[in-house]
Each structure stands twice: as C-alpha cells, then as structure tokens.
C-alpha cells in the first residue's frame, strides 16, 4: 500500500488511498489522471502487469470505473476507482491493458458512458436503442408484469432483422467511427504492447460489394462456435485477414437480476452464468459474501465444496474435450467423454438434486451433505474414469492429424497472455505458473495435494494439454476429499434471510475457465447492491479474436474451441 | 523411433475396444432412469393422511421464489381462517431451484419427480395446484418432524447480520 | 432377347442397386458409428430401426424444395444430377462375378476414373449456384481436393494394373485366383504400399474422415449442401455414399480378389461370387465408417501437402520398384 | 371436377397418402444444431449423447436449416438474438415445427424480469410444444418430441376428417 502511495506520488497523481480488508489497497484517482496512474502502476516498481477486471458500479450519483489490477510479482492486489459522471467519457486504457478492450466496451453502455480512444468503440452486448441496464435508476420489470406474459405484444413478421447488427453504436460526434483506425486518436503509450493485427482493423468496416475479399459470418447459429458466438472473418481466399467477434446473443442480464434477489437466491443465477460448471459461480459468490459478512464456514462443508468443485471440473472439461474434438472432426471423443460426464451429473444429481443449475453452494457452506449412494458412485466412478482418462489422451492428443491441427496455432507468448488477462488453463498453457486454488487458497484447497499442470509452448495443443492433465488432478483431488472428509456440519448458522453488513468483497476460484471472481458491494439489504461477476472467458475469448489474423477458417475453430468459451459467461 | 502414424492406428484402436463395450443406452420410453431421491422437478402438493392439504396460506414460498412463479390467491374470513381460492403455479418459468421448498415452513409443497413436462397448449404452462380450498389452520405445523427443512416462520429471523 | 431391352434392364439394376445401397449404407453408418460410440442408434423404427432411412427417404421427398431466390437456377438444379449420374455410371463396370458385370469394357479401370472426375464438377456446380458462402468455401475445396487426389490415385493403382497385365476389372480379379508362398491367396493386397496409397487417396476422392473438407461440419455448416433441401439434398447425398461403395467395390476389385473367394476355385462359387464380393466390399465399407467415427479431419492445406509431397512421390516410386520387381521376377522365372 | 374430388387437396387419396407420408415424418424428425444457452447441453448434446441417444427414435441433427424439420430453441432468447431466430425459422423448408426447450424459451423464464429477455420464444415463432425445466432432463425432451409425434398425428387426423365431411 505505501509502495502504491509512492509510485503515485512520484507520477504526481492525486490519490486517496484506503486498505479494506476483504480487497486490498483501494487507489481512488481523478478521471483525468486514471490513465497516468495506471502506466505508473504498470512501469513501477510495483509491476501490476496484470489487469483483473475493470467494470462500474453506480453510486447513485455517478459511476465508479474499478480498475482491479494484479500484481504477479509482488502477489498483490490493488484497486483503482475513477469516478465517472453519467454520461461522460471513459478514456481507453487498451493500449495500457490490452485486457480492457471488451469489458471497457460491456462498460460504457452498460452505464451509459462515451469511450474515446477504443478502436472498436461500439456497443457490445445490446442492440442499439438499449438503456444503459446497470444504472440504478433503470428497474426491471416488476412482478405483476412477468407473471402477465400476454402483455408483451411482438408482431414476429415486423422483426428488425438488422438488429444486432453492427452498424450504428457510440456514434456521438468525437468519438471515432466504428471501424476507424487507431492512428486516428494517438494515445501516448510508454510502453506499447504488441498489438495483434487484427485490432487494427474490424471486418465489419470493410465494404463488402468494393471489396476483393470475403467477409464471411461465422454465427450466431453455427454448430461450432459453442453456443451463439458470431466471428466476422475477412477472409483472403481460407486465410484470415482479420476478425471481429460479435457477442451479446445471449445476454441476459445476470448482474442486473442479483441486484433485486435474496443472497439464498443469487446462486440460481450464477449457475446459469457459466452453465456448465454451476458449482464454481456459486463457489465464488458464497465466498464474497462470507468475506462481508465474516461468516466461518465448516471444515466439513469446505471438502464438499471441493468435492463437488472438483467433479464439477472433470464435467466441465469434458464439454471442452468433446467439442474440441467435434471442432477438429473427430466425433469419438465427444460420445466417450459424454459417457464420463453422464456418470458424474449422476452424482452431482443424487448431491444436489440437480444436473446442471444446483444451487448448492450457499453464503455459509452447502445445502446438503453428501449422500451414501453417492459416496459409492464417486469411487466407482474414479476407478473407471482413471482408465478412460488414459484412453482419451491417446485418442485425440496421441493422434498426428490432431497434433498436426493444434500444434504451433494460435500461441500466445508470456506477456500476449499476460495483457489480455488470460486465467486458467489458457494462461498455464503459456507457461504462466499461476492457479488460484494453490496461490490464494480457498474452501480446503489448502490441504489438498495436488500440481498444477503448465505447459510452454502457448498453442492449441498445449492448452488442450494442461486441461487433459488438470483432469487427472481433478480425479486425484476428489479420491483425497473422500478420503478425508472430516466429521462435523455441512453449514454454518446463516440467518434465513441474510443481511450482511454493508461492504465491499471479492471473492476468486479458479473455475475449469480461469479466475471466476465475484465483486460483490453490500449495502446492507437482503440483495446485494452491485455484483459483478468476472468472467474469464471473456477475456479468453478477446484474447482469441486477437489471434485470428493469418489462421484460416479451420485453425479459427480449433483456436475458440480450444479457448473454452462458455456463452452464457461472456454475456451474463 | 515413434513412426508416424502410429498414433492414428492407436485411435482406430480405441475405437474398436470401446466398440466390443456394452452400450450404456436408456431406451427411454421403454426403459427409465430412477432418479436419486433429492431430485428436484416440478413443484407438487404434499397432502397429509386424510388428504387434506398442508397448506397454510402463509406465502413463504411465494416471497422466496425468486422467478415470482408461484401466485397464491387468499380469503381470509372473519374468525382469520384462511381460504385458498388459486394457488398458482407458472411451470413454464419455473426453474426448480427448490427454495419454495425450503422455505415452506408447513411441509406442504415437494418438489417431485415428474419430469415429463412437455405439452402442446401455452395455457397449461400456467397451471393451479389447489384452487378453492381451505388453508389447513396454523396449529398443525409438522415442520418439527422433518429436521432438514427450516423451522421458523419466514417473518421471524429478519434483520441482523449473519451471526443471527 | 431384345439388345435395347436388356440394356435398359441392366441400367435398372444398376440404379436398383445404387438406390438399394444408398438407404442400407446410411442405416449402416448410423448402425456403425452408434457402436462404435457406446450407444445403440436407430432402434424404434422397425425391428432394430430397420425402417429408418427407408422414412427419412419419404420424408425427404415431401419435404418443401425451397430454391433461394439469389441462387443460379439452372445450375442449381443441375448439380445434383451432375454429382448423381456418373456414380451411377461407374457401377456398370463392377464386376459382381465372372458374369455378372453390366458393362464389360476393356478399359474398366480407366473408365471408372474418367467418369468419377466428373463428381467434383458437379459438387462445384453445386457450391457456386448455391450462392452460399458456405457452400462456396465448400465448392472451392472440393477442387483442390480432386488435384490433390487424381493423380496419386491413378498411379497408385498401376502397380496393379502392371501385375495384372490388363485394365480390365475382369482380367484383374482373374488374375488373382490362386495361391503364392503355398498358402497365401494371390491377392494384390499383398502389394501393402500400393493398397496404402490407394485407400488414402481414395477416402480424399470420396470425400470421407479425415478428408471430408468438402462438406467439414464443424467448419462449413453443411459445406457445398447447405442451400440444398428435400430430395436435391437427398440426391447429393446418396450420391455421397454410393461414391463411398464403389471406392469400396473398387479397392476390392483391385486388391482383394474381386468376387473370388481364396483357396477355392472360381468355378466353384459362381453362384455365391456376387454376395461374396457385396461381403468385402461391406467390410471395407464399415472400416471407412469406423475412420469416420473416429479421426479428426485434416487441414486443407495439410491435405494438398499431403497429396503432392507425399502421396505423389511415393506412388511414382513405387511404380518403378513394383516394374523393377516384375521385370526381374519375369527374368529369373521367365514370363507367366 | 370429378378428377379433382379424386386427387384435389381435399381428397380422400390425397388425404390417405398424407396419412402415410406422416407416418415418416414423424418417425424422422431431423433437428437443426441450434444450442443458445444451456439447455443446448442437455437438449442437444446430452440426449443425443451416449445414454439418452436421440437416434434412436430417429432424431438426428443437421447443421443447415434447410434441412431440418424441427428446431428446438434450447435457451434464453434475447432481443439481439430474436431476429435470428425468426430468420432460421423461415429458411427451413416446410412442413416445420418447433420445440420451446426450457424456461427461458418458454416463458423468459429466470430472466424474463429483464427487458432485454424475449418472454418465450413464441413472441418470436410459433411454437408447438413447450418443455419446462430449467434445464429439462434428455428424457424430458425426449417425451417432448413424443408429444410432438402425437401432435402430428392429431393434425393429420383432423385434415382427414374435414375433407371426409366436405366429400360428404
């Protein structure tokens, strides 16, 4: 914190400058010297080389733009708050953190803000003609009008079928044309990062009857972009020449809807947010709110956290595995893995009542214990699966055509993953030594053993690589947790209707995506007041767009595949 | 010396043990999975021994919902016994999170296994589970017989923080 | 009997037989690939799912045929037919037995291929009047794929035709009746590098896993397909699989004995000699499914590397050792 | 005029071979790989996984529209992705039906408080089975497309009644 206070005294920023516990040090600068902070904050001392995740929170009054930045080699955490007036504009801080490039977009229309000097400044989930959602001067529809369905006249045949499209957005004069060059708005930099070439240039600028290229629409309905990603891809014969992705197809305003439910009730949506891994979402809210409310979880419940954290992995990796696969042209290991991934959702069912949504975790510990039945299926089901594990290594990574398709495409160097805040087994895959699980402890993840998987090469094949292995710890981890479950309650006493005290948190695990972080603000009321759910493939999948230029259409597949995007996370 | 190819020969392998494997298919119509006991489908009534029903009227579950789906219509008469006219339940939005369950302080709804929901007519997607009937009285709660759902009333524990 | 008469009567059989295959194949690959996944695939419709491609052909005859109102009609509606006829061509010259062979040419061989060369210009036919950029990308492949695969696959099957003497597929099958190293059957399987070479090109011809680039799912939607519905798009892809048998057929003819069942003389199994070979064409068949089920698909650009730094020059080499080998042979134990 | 009593569109004949054409088309109904949110994992990838394996009653996916005969909306439909929808619906050749799979497609479900969330998907398309569940099991709408076949069947039904009582 003084290490902050000095580097920001140095660069001649104005800062306050407060320790909250359950966050770390909070900066809070003038919105005129944000981005000289920041580039301090970068080329100091101090190296907060790694941007987490920048997002608002409506004050009532104005928008705090948090800047939460990570420091790797000190392995600490700071804040940064800019307080922003409603409908003022937020200045670009891409060049700085290439990782701001789609959070800063999500965030300027969401809070009805301006952003100047993006170089794709357009609206990123909604359409055009949308409210600014996350302010809090905008309510959601009351109770009276969801239960009168009828009331929503739509004439289907009069749809606009260019909604979504991309014309229009921020075209509020000054601020630069949607697909206007970066050169247009020179940002002094001090340090430029290395720019992917597909940034300088959207597809969606091209003029498509003059031009010598196809402009091809890879999406929303395509059968692998994994839900209803839509790539823009120039293409020059197969080649990319650049690419845009296009998301909000599935947003549905999960940050807006924790704002009005019962913190028993935030789970349901978190588990619809990163569909396929329910338990890691949950996982991290509870945290939050257990660091405001200063809740002791017991030891019982945190190894049933890991537990079903852990299961849920495996589940989760396996929808990565399969499709990856189907992305590559092989169906076999998608028909083996579901086999897998039928017997876990078995377990995960007879635990929590659920195959997917099972609002489980809870502020507090878990909803249930753990079943006998279940107890059996975990072992039997380990045993088989040390065997399939084997088998589906060789089937896909043995194979040369595979390794033919993945090896040596899309990589991202060390400081590439870096900037664009890659988690996980993408950031691993580039030889960043850096899981949550091991680095900030959480749930009992202390006292279990288990290595953390990292590969060098930064490609396809090395992510697919850490993931297949992660798998195997996964399955190493559970066998502990089963073995060591200890006596004692599976929750701790929660009122019913829980009201913490008024705060600010953040609670991370590391999801089968990455670093899943909860940002959660109390104002002491029985729903949180701002919740922002980190996503990390989000930031996966921008990282991914950058990529694209000079792959063809066939290495794009395999690169998003190999991203593990989930939709219902990039858009929440 | 791994020799090229040997790898694909190696999937083609694979492929044809895991073809010598049983089948693991449901045939679904015909045959059915048994769901484990915690399974959480459609919201059902839960009616005691002379098959009245056990609910109170005291809508605990329509304030926990957080889907608003569950809309119950009372008439309290003058001695303040309670009669349910409509006890709603929109199963078209229901997303079976099971918080009506726990919040029901009376045992009077489960979430069942009834999972063949479909149906062809958007007004059934609205449905009532009891329509014009009397709300069982207050007294017979059986909440202390059933440890795992949480006794108080919904009105009691609000305020204080988590230590309450 | 009437000369027309028994023209138009084999040509009959021909598309009998090409339709036949068609709906027992998909069943077959539904079947297959259902096994090979743990599961158990079509089992409702008819005793073990019989029916089911029989339906799925009905179905796609009532079927709308909705033609897209920016496509290139005439070719549009040709496509399909250019993909379908010469397929059926190809199946005149199989010979099923030492008789039974609708057209016997002696050129066989050649003719199979000069006709086949005629499917990619159908499939891009298809790809450009669809109008499709899908199907364009699709359609574009499909003519690097037909550079990529000709030439490798011709000369890989002339180290049969130089073993054999002939082109004839009749004077092949013949040729390899009979026994070598007293046990062995003298089928030119036995000749493993040029059987390699053959099959590899031969599922690029085909267009089957890992080289289904054409119409590469995850890739292209449906590849050069996607525009088409109804019975066009049944057209195209029964055409797909009847492709699939004849280079089946094909490679059996070439390599393995044809209808001739080993150790046995031909005079003995006139009258099984058509099932025998429908048999091993089939067992060839379910393991281009199998690779189907199985590998993943290979880049395009992969696969012209493939086809002309490897195939190419490993087929020409071995044309001239497998010459060398004949010449010397024919030196030390004299002509057969 | 008699020829068309015989073989116009009210015909018995007509009619009858309806009948027998329905027959196929319900017993092969070809889904378009459409997956939105997470019922796609249940709806799509699971139950025609392994164990639930749609290819059993003759489901089967394809990746065009256009030949496809049902699409199943499996997940949320927002106001970006509305017009999408609607556009899928109309490049499938007719006859076509669609499966409202889930909550959210049925009714917006979770987040139908949310003004950018479609409140059901037959705002958008016209829909001819709902499946709740949030997600439905594989099973679940596996009986849905079952109900589907029924409806099919009840359609055929009542055309072939109509044209017995115009004949008459």
Known sequence: MTVARGVLERAAVAASIETVESLGAVCRVSSSDARKALVALRDSDLAVGFLVDLFGIDTGEAVDIVYHLRSFARDEELVVKVEHGYGSTLESVWDIFPAALMPERETAELFGLELAGHPNPKRLLTTDGCPPYLRKSLVVRSAEEVRDRASQHVDATSLDRTAGSLAGGFAEPGVAEPGASLDATPIPAPKPLPVPRGLKRAPSGVDIENSDRLVLNMGPQHPSTHGVLRLILELDGEEIVSGEAVIGYLHRGIEKLAESRRYSAVGTLLDRGDYVSGIHAELAFALATEKIAGIEVPRRANYLRCLLGELNRIASHITWYGPMGLDSGAMGPFLYTFRDRETILDILEDITGQRMMFNYVRPGGVVNDITTTAEAKIRAFLDEFAVHVDENDELLMGNEIFQARTQGIGVFDRETALGFGLTGACLRGSGVDWDIRRDRPYAAYDELEFDVPVAEEGDVYARCAVRLEEMRQSARMIRQCIEGLPEGEHTAKVAKVLRPPAGEAYGAVESPRGELGVHLVSDGTDSPYRMRYRPPALYALQAGEAMLPGLLIADAVVLMGSMDLILGEVDR | MKIYGSGILKSMRIAFRNMMREPITVQYPHEKVELPERARWAVAMNYDEQGDTKCTGCIACERACPDYIIKIELTTAEDRSKHIDHWRYEIGACMMCGLCVEACPYDAILMSHEYELARTDPSLLSIELLTDVPAAAITRRTSAAVPAMPAEPPTAPEGGAADA | ?336 | MALDKLTGEHSAIFIRSEQLFDVARRKSLWYMAFGIACCAIEGLMHASGPKFDFDRMGVFFRASPRQADVMIVAGTVNWKMASTVRRLYDEMPEPKWVVAMGACACSGGPFREYPNVVMGVDKVVPVDVYIPGCPPRPESVQYGFITLMDKIKAQTGERLAAARHDGR
């Open chain 3, 1 to 336: 009997m009437n000369a027309w008469l028994i023209a138009v009567l084999r040509f009959l059989a021909a598309l009998g037989l090409m339709l036949f295959n068609g709906v027992v194949m998909i069943y077959m690959l539904r079947k297959v690939l259902a096994r090979l996944h743990v599961r158990l695939g079509p089992m409702d419709n008819g005793p073990h799912g019989m029916f089911q491609t029989v339906f799925d052909v009905l179905k796609l005859l009532t079927k709308e045929d909705v033609t897209p109102r920016a496509v290139d009609k005439a070719l549009f509606f040709l496509a399909p037919v250019i993909v379908f006829v010469p397929s059926l061509m190809a199946y005149m010259v199989l010979p099923f037995s030492r008789t039974w062979v609708i057209l016997d040419v002696p050129y066989g061989l050649l003719f199979y291929f000069a006709v086949m060369s005629v499917v990619p210009l159908g499939i891009l036919a298809a790809g450009w009047a669809s109008n499709n950029k899908w199907s364009f990308i699709g359609a574009m492949r499909i003519v690097g794929q037909q550079v990529t695969y000709e030439v490798p696959m011709l000369l890989a099957a002339l180290p049969v035709v130089m073993m054999a003497g002939s082109m004839s597929l009749s004077d092949i099958v013949r040729a390899q009746s009979g026994t070598f190293l007293w046990i062995l059957p003298r089928w030119f399987a036995f000749n493993v590098p040029a059987l390699v070479l053959f099959f590899i090109a031969g599922l690029i011809e085909s267009g089957q896993t890992p080289f289904d680039l054409a119409e590469a799912e995850s890739e292209l939607v449906a590849g050069f397909s996607t525009e088409y519905s109804a019975m066009k798009f049944g057209l195209l892809y029964l055409a797909e699989f009847s492709n699939v048998f004849l280079f089946s057929a094909l490679t059996v003819t070439l390599f393995f004995g044809g209808w001739q069942v080993p150790w046995v003389s031909a005079d003995h199994v006139q009258w099984v000699a058509p099932i025998v070979f429908m048999v091993k064409t089939y067992i060839g068949i379910f393991f281009i499914f199998a690779i189907r089920g199985t590998l993943p698909r290979i880049r395009v650009d992969q696969m012209l590397a493939t086809g002309w730094k490897v195939l190419l020059p490993a087929a020409l080499a071995w044309v001239m050792v497998t010459g060398f080998v004949i010449k010397v042979g024919q030196a030390l134990v004299g002509p057969r």
